[in-house]
Structure formats: structure tokens, C-alpha cells
């Protein structure tokens, strides 16, 4: 369903169904999509939503793995496939994707992807050596930019993807194990409870060559365990859904660094900046700024909130605020020291 509407040139919104059924309400309402697509485990709370949501009467909705009075099922569609030319030219600035962030504690905001910002992270992949023979197993959300991320770098460059539908430590080793996964990307808090496997031990993981962890930082004591014990390379991911502000750590490559989240990602820029914006030298701590050529569109609806995430710099560059406290070593590696503004982590999902 993901890929279709791509296909069809609409932008897609997933929902986070772990948000309550008023925050949802709000998310589907702000997408204005024409229509909802849904699974069982969600028929019952996107109905209820949709009536007692205004403005959301005409909503079509469309099922996946179920029959009932109102939906159309997807496979049941009798539609002939496209044909060549049938389906829409996508231009670089059309929008892919609308991501919904702080769903839990305020208003969602929809983090706005075009086709130009995807087709731009692929190089920082493909340097790892994704390609065409890759088997990447994924256990984080759809609608987490952690997932997607990496589901469509593999799927762009040819391989398989497959996903864990809950995590569930022993069934993943197993997958690793059986069907020779060759990457996967992790949350820390995943990556801790496999260290914690008794199961980790007997099983053979020698397939993997790229694992990718990001959402949140890493602790020290656990990228030791990691250049210690794990199998292929392993790097960090440091950034925003927003992007803009980006970093990578090689763990394997850099083990003195343990203690930062990397360098600069390919083609971006990272600094620190006082609380008046004036830029700070190397080694102090100041909020973490930063321009790459992943950028989103803005937050959907929200000009005020984009422009308050926003830096213009005196040459007229824009670069993005983290609302992390950090510090630029003498290396050029990320030294974050904490936050600016409050921020609870949950799973790997920033609120």
C-alpha cells in the first residue's frame, strides 16, 4: 500500500497507532487525505474516528486484510495494471511523505519528505555497501523515519526487505540466523536486550554486514560491547526527521570515539551555536545546528513552526536547530552534552 500510492504519485502518511484515538483523529485530519488504508487490529478505532472526526465523512477507506460493510479490500480490486505511460511523471519537488513527531506530550506535527530528500539519503547507504544482494530485516514502525530510511535505500537499490511485526528478541536471532540477514537497523534499547540474550551466544550472525542504530544515542559501555562482539560493521546514526542536521559513527572504524555520535554525514555541515545564535568555537558546547542535502519541505500546515526550526545564516544558508547540546572535537567528531529543550525517548521514538 506504501509503495502504491508512491507509485500514483500521492504522498503517503503513516499513523502511528500507538498514539491515542484524538491524536490520530488530529494526524488523519491534518494529512486531508482522500483516503485511509487500515488492517483488522485497526478497522474498529479508524471507524470511530471517522465519526466523530469532522470533515472526515468522505474519507474512502480501504482494508488490507479483512471484509466489512463500508471498506473496499485491497486485493479484491479488480484493476488492471498500469500500463506504460498510465502512471504519473514524479518530479524531485513532489511530496513523498508526511511523518507525524510529538504525537504524545503536543500537537503532532507532520514532517514533510519530497522525492528529492529520499533519492538524497541514498548515498549515505549505498556507502555501506547496501545493494542489490542485501537482506535487511527491520523491527521498528512504519511510520518511524528509522524504518524508512532503510527500507527504501534497500528496496531502491534492488534487495529484500523484511520486517519483525513485534519485536521479540529469540524470533530475531532466529530470522538472522535462518534466512542469513545481511543488515538490520536497531534501536539502542534492542540492541541492549540482544546483548542481554541468553540465545545470543549459539547463534550464528556471521551474515551480517551493516547494522545501522539510531533514534537515540548510544551508551559507551554498550559501543564497546559492540566493537567487541558484534559481527560486520556497525554505525550510528545521529539526526533528525527533519534532517538537515545529520552525523555518522563507524563504530568499528573510529573505537576511540566511542564517546561521540560520528562526523558530519556525507555533503553536511554541523556547528554550534550560543543562545544568541553567534557561533561558538571549536570545543565549546552550544545547540547543534546543521545543513545537509536532506532537508524536508517544512512541518505540513505549520509555517510558523518551520520557520522557528530554522537558522538563516548571514550568506543566506538555512540550517536547522537540534535543540541538542553539543560540542565539535578537535577530530570533527559530535560530542553531544544534553538537551536544550525537553525531550522524553520512548523505544526509540523522540516526544
Given at each position: 500500500a506504501y509503495l502504491a500510492g508512491l507509485a500514483a504519485g500521492g504522498c503517503v502518511a503513516p499513523m502511528p497507532v500507538t498514539a491515542a484515538d484524538a491524536t490520530l483523529a488530529t494526524m488523519i485530519a491534518d494529512a486531508d487525505a482522500p483516503c485511509v488504508v487500515a488492517s483488522a487490529s485497526q478497522k474498529d478505532r479508524v471507524e470511530g474516528i471517522i465519526a466523530a472526526t469532522p470533515g472526515l465523512a468522505n474519507v474512502a477507506r480501504l482494508s488490507l486484510d479483512f471484509e466489512a460493510e463500508g471498506w473496499t479490500r485491497l486485493l479484491d480490486m479488480d484493476l488492471p495494471a498500469p500500463g506504460e505511460g498510465e502512471l504519473p511523471e514524479i518530479e524531485p519537488e513532489d511530496l513523498f511523505n508526511i511523518i507525524y513527531s510529538s504525537g504524545t506530550t503536543g500537537i503532532p506535527k507532520g514532517i514533510v519528505h519530497t522525492h528529492l530528500f529520499r533519492s538524497r539519503q541514498m548515498p549515505r547507504f549505498t556507502a555501506f555497501g547496501i545493494s542489490a544482494d542485501t537482506r535487511m530485516l527491520l523491527t521498528t514502525p512504519l511510520y518511524s523515519n528509522t524504518t524508512l530510511v532503510a527500507m527504501i535505500a534497500t528496496l531502491a537499490e534492488g534487495g529484500s526487505v523484511s520486517f519483525l511485526p513485534k519485536w521479540n528478541t529469540a524470533a530475531w536471532l532466529n530470522i538472522v540466523e535462518t534466512h542469513r540477514?545481511?543488515?538490520?537497523?536497531?534501536?539502542?534499547?534492542?540492541?541492549?536486550?540482544?546483548?542481554?540474550?541468553?540465545?545470543?551466544?549459539?547463534?550464528?550472525?556471521?551474515?551480517?554486514?551493516?547494522?545501522?542504530?539510531?533514534?537515540?544515542?548510544?551508551?559507551?559501555?554498550?559501543?564497546?560491547?559492540?566493537?567487541?562482539?558484534?559481527?560486520?560493521?556497525?554505525?550510528?546514526?545521529y539526526g533528525l526527521t527533519e534532517g538537515g542536521v545529520s552525523a555518522i559513527l563507524d563504530l568499528k572504524a573510529f573505537p576511540d570515539k566511542s564517546g561521540s555520535v560520528g562526523q558530519p554525514a556525507l555533503a553536511s555541515d554541523l556547528v554550534s551555536r550560543d543562545d544568541d545564535d553567534r557561533p561558538l568555537p571549536q570545543g565549546e558546547v552550544g545547540e547543534v545546528v546543521g545543513r545537509s542535502p536532506a532537508m524536508m519541505a517544512g512541518y505540513h500546515g505549520r509555517a510558523d513552526l518551520t520557520e522557528k526550526a530554522l537558522l538563516k545564516m548571514p550568506d543566506g544558508r538555512i540550517m536547522f536547530r537540534s535543540g541538542d547540546l553539543g560540542r565539535i572535537d578537535e577530530d570533527g567528531f559530535l560530542v553531544l552534552m544534553g538537551r536544550k529543550k525537553d525531550m522524553i525517548i520512548r523505544r526509540g521514538v523522540n516526544i
Open positions: 540477514i545481511t543488515g538490520c537497523m536497531l534501536v539502542p534499547v534492542l540492541v541492549q536486550r540482544l546483548f542481554k540474550a541468553p540465545e545470543l551466544e549459539a547463534t550464528d550472525l556471521s551474515s551480517l554486514e551493516l547494522t545501522v542504530c539510531t533514534s537515540s544515542p548510544l551508551a559507551a559501555a554498550t559501543k564497546n560491547e559492540i566493537i567487541a562482539r558484534w559481527p560486520g560493521t556497525f554505525v550510528e546514526l
